[in-house]
């Protein structure tokens, strides 16, 4: 996997000054009939546990990795889980993970110089105005692995669960539409 340069997704300033530098990157958009107003709140308000196919999705994969991995958490992750990382309403919210530190608490410029081990990955929705009472809500995922055995790894886990993760940004997308269209 070949590093993408800082800008080369037309990705949020936030999300770029956080990550600017990464191998792994998944983007998705949905048109909302609301104001940016509205649908930033919708970003906030949502949770993986909304999103039906994200319980069904992670219940599966507590399966095998109870097998591979050993214990794994008591509970599925939830938004709550992310570094609240950058809120810039009505338009910028990122959100991250840091693997392999062993600390929980980050600051946003402790998450962007992070060298490492183990890997970053920040969750950016960018909400952009596009006129006539519509706005277009953004979502890009992107995952710097620190060091080469965890890249080696990560590329194995992305070409696996990509698909999947795709399908729960979709379908969280798709909630956060009917939730902002609903405040109108």
């Keep these: 996997m070949t590093l993408s340069p800082q800008g080369a997704s037309g990705a949020s300033a936030e999300l770029d000054r956080l990550l600017p530098v990464f191998q792994f990157t998944e983007r998705h958009q949905i048109?909302?009939?609301?104001?940016?107003?509205?649908?930033?709140?919708a970003v906030e308000a949502i949770d993986l546990s909304d999103s039906t196919i994200a319980r069904v999705l992670q219940a599966i994969w507590r399966i095998p990795a109870r097998l591979f991995l050993g214990p794994v958490p008591p509970k599925s992750m939830s938004?709550?889980?992310?570094?609240?990382?950058?809120r810039i309403p009505p338009r910028d919210l990122v959100r991250g993970?840091?693997?392999?530190?062993?600390?929980?608490?980050w600051t946003p410029e402790e998450f962007a110089a992070h060298p490492g081990p183990g890997f970053k990955l920040a969750w950016g929705f960018t909400v952009t105005a596009?006129?006539?009472?519509?706005c277009?809500?953004?979502t890009e995922t992107r995952v710097l692995c620190c060091d080469a055995a965890t890249r080696?790894?990560?590329?194995?886990?992305?070409?696996?669960?990509?698909?999947?993760?795709?399908?729960i940004r979709r379908d969280?997308?798709?909630l956060m539409k009917r939730r902002a269209e609903r405040r109108l």
């Design 136 to 138: 277009r809500i953004d």
């Design 130 to 134: 596009l006129g006539e009472g519509t």
């Design 97 to 105: 993970l840091v693997a392999g530190a062993g600390r929980r608490s």
């Design 31 to 41: 048109t909302v009939r609301a104001d940016t107003a509205a649908a930033f709140a």
């Design 172 to 174: 969280m997308l798709r």
């Design 152 to 167: 080696r790894w990560f590329t194995v886990y992305w070409m696996i669960i990509r698909p999947w993760s795709g399908l």
């Design 79 to 86: 938004t709550r889980d992310f570094i609240p990382l950058s």
